[in-house]
C-alpha cells in the first residue's frame, strides 16, 4: 500500500536515509517540529512498514570481501518443490546478499560478496545444490554507484 507523505514525512525520510545515527532532537529540529511529533512520525513509519530496519552499512573490502558477484541463474524447473529448495539454498549461502526472481530469460539474479575467486567457488559449489540448469556469474570490477536512499 501507497503511503501518502507530506513534505515533512519527505524531509523526515530523507535524513534519516542518509544518516540514521540522527537524534528524534535532531531530526525535529531540522524537519521543523516538536520532539514528540517527530517520535510518533517515526514509530508511525516503522509500524506501517515505511521504515523496515535501521542498519549500519559496512565497508565489504575493508572486512575482505573484495569481490561483488552478480550471479545470473536460469532453471528448467519451475515447480513449487524446487522453488522453495532453491530459496533454502539461497538463504543459507553466507555472502548472498540479494536474491531476485525475474521475468524474462533470467529467471534469477543474485548479488553477492566473497573475499576473491576462490570464495566465489565456494559460494559456487554451495549454490548448485539446487540443482541449477544454468549459472553465469559478473564480476564488479568498479562501483560506479552505490546507494540506498529511495527518491522521495
Aim: glycine fraction near 6%; proline fraction near 3%.
Amino acid at each position: 500500500m501507497t503511503q501518502q507523505l507530506d513534505a515533512q514525512d519527505r524531509q523526515l525520510l530523507e535524513l534519516m536515509q542518509t544518516d540514521a545515527a540522527l537524534s528524534v532532537a535532531d531530526l525535529a529540529e531540522k524537519v521543523g517540529m516538536s520532539k514528540s511529533a517527530c517520535w510518533r512520525r517515526i514509530q508511525k513509519f516503522e509500524e506501517n512498514g515505511t521504515i523496515r530496519q535501521r542498519v549500519t552499512l559496512l565497508d565489504p573490502a575493508r572486512l575482505g570481501l573484495g569481490l561483488t558477484v552478480f550471479v545470473t541463474i536460469r532453471t528448467n524447473q519451475h515447480n513449487a518443490a524446487w522453488a522453495e529448495k532453491f530459496k533454502s539454498v539461497v538463504q543459507s549461502v553466507e555472502g548472498v546478499l540479494e536474491v531476485y526472481r525475474l521475468g524474462g530469460q533470467i529467471d534469477y539474479l543474485l548479488k553477492a560478496v566473497v573475499p576473491d575467486m576462490p570464495g566465489y567457488d565456494r559460494l559456487y559449489q554451495k549454490l548448485i545444490e539446487a540443482d541449477l540448469f544454468d549459472v553465469t556469474a559478473s564480476f564488479v570490477m568498479e562501483e560506479i554507484k552505490l546507494t540506498t536512499v529511495l527518491p522521495l
